[in-house]
């Protein structure tokens, strides 16, 4: 035996204090090893914790803050620019040639293309796991390798896509002309730009510049000319070029031609030809330049004015909030100030205030939670412990933030999510330890011995018990998708929240607890009430353990089968709630927003006036809402934006990679209402009643609304394929009658559409008798009436373009075309309707593609509270699709948006849980060395489950994948209790006690922890499971989750467990007793 006299410091930032003790009964080996080192050196103990708080702050104080984490989604996007090209041609000519080309790039899992007038996109979607930056250089290289795309097609872009978002939006405007608007809005963009916390901002809603010159067909006869030669000798009457350098000796003199022509007059003096006579004829004499904007139905106004938008965007490693606040200064100090009268500058979008607003109050959630923690830790042990337990959690969440600037994760919503979820956990280890030495204190051990043996007793399990929790959360690391990607921090931050915890726990903790007074020691004041209190929980919690615990735990004991009975029909109970859908099920909850928004689609070939006035009568449909919602009082101020003829059809649904395409027959009406904490109604209140106050509208195609800030497409989205474009058409309008005719479903829509009427010009014989060929003849109809592109100005960062073509007069009829002259390769000219046959047909706007066939998507939004998304799809594929798939053995359909992450993420799950299953036993396995009581030990995990169900019942939530997040949580804590109760019932039975008294005395000695445990957990996720404002309510389940799972099977194991344990032991009992 070992007589020990040790000198230890507890004092951090003081005087030192010492206190020397003298411990009987304690062998040498309990005092080896890390843990007895660190418990006596306070010096290294404090260091450590220091260091991790000091670091972890200044790491804190360096994370970018955003409101999602930017993220790379595994896609790549082709762009190619076709100008004037019909749809057909564009799916032909550009989108085809790049599907084929790039089918052979590794890792392509599937190939979304669209073929828009003008414009042909595609995008490749790869399998996780794919090297990105290979997949985008060979994407390059495949697509830099077709030489066959037409002579009009600009050259291929090729990105890409994040989940990129503008985090701040501003708008320009004021009754004034779009040229002010514009050059305003240019002029404060290159200022945004300017700002070293900006890299990236673009300026929407108003149109490009273009300079177009307009020949009449007379003088084009009279001379001789064609289009394309005068659009030649601008080309050439308007260049810059350098021409090389010479060397005086002294110094070198560089050449250079200056002739680049910027604006409407440098144009009109350009000389086109020379006349018989020896005079130029100049391009003023013989045509019209308009220097003004390009030929499109955009238009923007805010607040009723006219307006124009810019977007500034955060890129990988900035800060939203530090952008935010630059870009608010430099307008408040260099636009505001010096804007003409009649425009101003509102700011439309600032992602910093919700960031901020969400921030703090998960902030107060968890502050909350925290004083509950230690209160609960104070009343069931002592102050001085709660603190340093408390501290502990302090050093394990500061220490965190250095894990996350080492792995690049920033302060998001989704890390804050994590950090909530971990601080009702990772008290967990803290307690048990602190529990420990506890107890050995209340069986006479002395301040450091009971800190060593207090901890190394319990630090096997403890690891373990941790080791577990981190494989239960590593499964949410495999989850494939967007929401993988953007939720990748929530288990990255939680696993390093339960490290860092651990290794407190383990070599701080100790040295701190070795100072605890002994249990029962009086005190002075307010310390002797606090005593008191601690007495009396402490006097209430024994008798319960001795009394009602120590009864349920005989009748366990004794009628094992009983309760595992009981609690079997309770699991069945609850998955047959689940089946029959008494609990709403939403894979994903809709995180709201302050922007609420409509947007409109006319029938194809609408006037944009007429698309304009819907957009208007929808706008005062929210107007007088927004007045009933006022309640009589003073009304309601929300900004309104209108959009008309701009509709971002290639678009990724997290990120900011869009492609806007003019459509005048496309309108968008957006709110923006008060913060939330402002108002007394949600976003999807206000979207409902503007859906209902505004009703039907005659002529409207389809209006949809949105109300959230972020989500994963719509609930429901089918991709339908049919080799027969006309029966694909059919059964489209099929499927959208029978969602139509759902309860709960609205907003049905479809991108199938009539299509826009086209003339359509084809070469008659007697056109190419006259060796006219069709791309030659192809050229003159296209110059004529499109417009040929004789060069492109840059003018500021804005590149204009500058197109030749005949007067808008001479090309707004039908007539004008079968009129229009051609010329033929031997100089006669002759009417096109001569040499070629003109018919009207009609022809799509898009084409839609998924893996090389032509698709129609069939979209629609539910109303959770009638029916979930799950639902509807669910019916419309026994009810509808089976049989349209056996009637038509060539139709196909695919799920997009919300229904097939969900399948993503579910196909996935399963087999990741089941190897993290695999994993836990294992763990488990090792420590007790039994196959058969790790099994025993999981079975927590469906008792959380059972629990976290009820607090979805409880509080009317729906199940989503924020429940499953909480649950996988609660499986951790579970498992720990469960593991914990084991170890200490394996321990008396090594004690000679009997299988069921050893039984009763562990459960009973581990109660105290358990409950703590249970009720810290409960405390420390509560703030925010009672949380009422909107801003967190997309978190609620996740806490519920958590808090309901962990009282509900801390309730169960107590008697689950040792029944479960007594019937193991009978069971061997039998076997033995017959191989006997």
Not at 664 to 671: A, C, K, L, S
Not at 760 to 779: C, H, M, N, W
Request: net charge negative.
């Amino acid at each position: 035996m070992l007589w020990l006299r040790c000198e230890i410091s507890h004092s951090i930032f003081g005087p030192e204090q010492s206190i020397s003790f003298q411990e009987r009964n304690v062998t040498a080996g309990e005092f080896r090893g890390p843990i007895a080192y660190m418990a006596a050196n306070p010096v290294a103990a404090n260091l450590l914790m220091g260091f991790l708080l000091v670091v972890g702050l200044i790491s804190a104080v360096g994370l970018p803050q955003e409101f999602l984490p930017e993220a790379s989604l595994d896609r790549i996007q082709v762009v190619v620019p076709y100008p004037g090209a019909a749809p057909s041609e564009v799916e032909e000519l550009i989108v085809r040639k790049i599907e084929e080309q790039i089918q052979s790039v590794e890792g392509v899992k599937r190939i979304e293309s669209s073929a828009a007038e003008g414009l042909g996109s595609v995008i490749a979607e790869f399998r996780q796991g794919t090297d990105m930056n290979r997949a985008l250089a060979d994407m390059k290289a495949q697509v830099d390798s077709i030489l066959t795309f037409p002579a009009g097609a600009e050259r291929p872009e090729v990105r890409e896509i994040t989940s990129r978002q503008s985090i701040f939006r501003l708008v320009v405007y004021g009754a004034v002309s779009e040229r002010t608007i514009k050059e305003l809005t240019s002029r404060i963009e290159d200022g945004i730009l300017a700002l070293p916390e900006v890299s990236f901002a673009e300026s929407s809603g108003v149109r490009d510049y273009e300079i177009s010159i307009e020949v009449p067909r007379d003088r084009l006869r009279a001379l001789g000319l064609t289009l394309e030669d005068v659009a030649l000798a601008v080309r050439l009457g308007s260049l810059e070029l350098s021409a090389g350098k010479i060397s005086t000796g002294e110094e070198e003199i560089r050449i250079r031609t200056l002739g680049q022509n910027y604006g409407q007059f440098d144009f009109e003096d350009i000389v086109v030809m020379t006349g018989p006579n020896g005079a130029a004829v100049r391009l003023g004499e013989i045509a019209t330049v308009h220097d003004a904007f390009a030929d499109s139905d955009l238009s923007t106004r805010f607040n009723g004015q006219p307006a124009a938008r810019i977007n500034v965007f955060r890129t990988a490693g900035e800060d939203v909030l530090d952008i935010a606040q630059a870009v608010r200064d430099y307008i408040d100090t260099e636009v505001t100030p010096f804007l003409p009268e009649g425009v101003a500058v509102s700011i439309w979008q600032d992602d910093s205030v919700d960031l901020r607003g969400r921030v703090n109050l998960l902030i107060e959630n968890a502050a909350l939670g925290l004083f509950l923690v230690f209160l609960a830790l104070g009343l069931f042990l002592q102050i001085r412990l709660a603190m340093w337990v408390a501290l502990g959690l302090a050093v394990s969440f500061t220490g965190t933030f250095v894990v996350m600037q080492v792995l690049g994760v920033s302060i998001s919503m989704f890390s804050l999510m994590a950090m909530v979820l971990a601080l009702g956990i990772v008290v967990d280890d803290a307690i048990v330890v602190g529990e420990n030495i506890y107890a050995e204190r209340e069986k006479g051990a002395e301040g450091l011995a009971a800190a060593v043996q207090g901890t190394q007793r319990i630090a096997g399990p403890v690891i373990f018990s941790i080791l577990t929790t981190v494989t239960a959360f590593s499964v949410l690391l495999t989850v494939p998708g967007p929401i993988g990607r953007i939720g990748l921090s929530i288990p990255i931050v939680v696993i390093a929240v339960l490290m860092l915890s651990l290794v407190e726990s383990l070599l701080v903790l100790p040295n701190h607890l070795a100072h605890l007074p002994k249990p029962g020691e009086p005190g002075t004041g307010l310390g002797r009430a606090v005593r008191r209190t601690q007495a009396s929980v402490d006097a209430s919690v024994k008798r319960f353990i001795d009394g009602p615990l120590d009864r349920a735990l005989r009748f366990a004991t004794a009628a094992p089968s009983v309760v595992l009975a009981a609690t079997l029909s309770l699991m069945l109970l609850s998955v047959t709630i689940v089946v029959t859908g008494m609990v709403r099920y939403e894979f994903l909850p809709q995180i709201e927003g302050d922007i609420v928004s409509a947007n409109i689609e006319m029938p194809v070939g609408t006037p944009s006036d007429r698309t304009s006035d819907v957009a208007l009568q929808l706008e005062a449909a929210g107007q007088r809402v927004l007045q009933a919602l006022s309640g009589g009082a003073e009304p309601i101020s929300a900004d309104v934006s209108v959009t008309v003829g701009q509709t971002a059809q290639l678009f990724d649904p997290l990120g900011g990679n869009a492609v806007e395409l003019p459509r005048g027959h496309i309108g968008t009406v957006e709110f923006r209402l008060p913060p939330s904490d402002l108002r007394d109604f949600s976003s999807t209140d206000f979207q409902n009643l503007w859906r209902e106050e505004a009703g039907e509208f005659p002529g409207v195609r389809s209006l949809a609304f949105s109300a959230g800030a972020l989500g994963l497409g719509l609930p429901v989205h089918l991709e339908l394929s049919h080799p027969d474009p006309e029966r694909l058409a059919l059964i489209a309008d099929e499927v959208a009658a029978n969602l139509e005719s759902t309860s709960g479903v609205f907003d049905v829509s479809t991108n199938h559409d009539e299509g826009v009427q086209e003339l359509q010009i084809e070469l008659k014989p007697a056109g190419r008798s006259l060796d006219v060929t069709l791309d030659d003849f192809a050229r003159q109809v296209r110059a004529a009436f499109f417009g040929t592109e004789a060069l492109r100005v840059q003018r500021g960062r804005e590149e204009m373009r500058v197109f030749v073509r005949l007067p808008e007069t001479e090309r707004n009829s039908p007539a004008d075309i079968e009129n229009y002259a051609v010329r033929t390769p031997h100089g006669g000219v002759l009417p096109l309707g001569q040499i070629a046959d003109v018919a009207l047909a009609r022809s799509p706007t898009t084409i839609h593609r998924l893996d090389e066939r032509r698709v129609i998507t069939v979209t629609a939004n539910v109303d959770s509270a009638v029916i979930t998304g799950q639902q509807v799809n669910g019916n419309l594929q026994r009810n509808l699709l089976a049989g349209l798939s056996a009637e038509y053995p060539d139709f196909l359909y695919f799920y997009g948006g919300e229904q097939r992450q969900q399948q993503e993420v579910y196909e996935t799950l399963p087999m990741t849980v089941f190897f993290a299953f695999l994993v836990m036993y294992a763990l488990m396995a090792i420590p007790f060395g039994s196959y058969t009581q790790p099994l025993i030990v999981m079975t927590a995990i469906p008792l959380g489950l059972v629990g976290a169900l009820i607090g979805h019942i409880l509080l009317d939530l729906s199940l989503g994948f924020t429940s499953l997040q909480g649950i996988i949580g609660v499986s951790g804590v579970v498992v720990n209790d469960s593991l914990m109760m084991i170890k200490f019932i394996n321990n008396a039975r090594e004690r000679g006690l009997d299988p069921r008294d050893a039984i009763i005395v562990g459960a009973k000695a581990r109660f105290r922890a358990i409950l703590l445990t249970s009720i810290t957990t409960f405390l420390g996720v509560a703030p925010l499971m009672f949380e009422q404002s909107i801003q967190t309510q997309h978190l609620v389940p996740l806490a519920a989750s958590v808090g309901f799972g962990v009282v509900v099977a801390t309730a169960l194991l107590m008697l689950v467990v040792p029944a479960l344990v007594m019937l193991q032991y009978n069971l061997v009992s039998v076997l033995k007793t017959r191989t006997a």
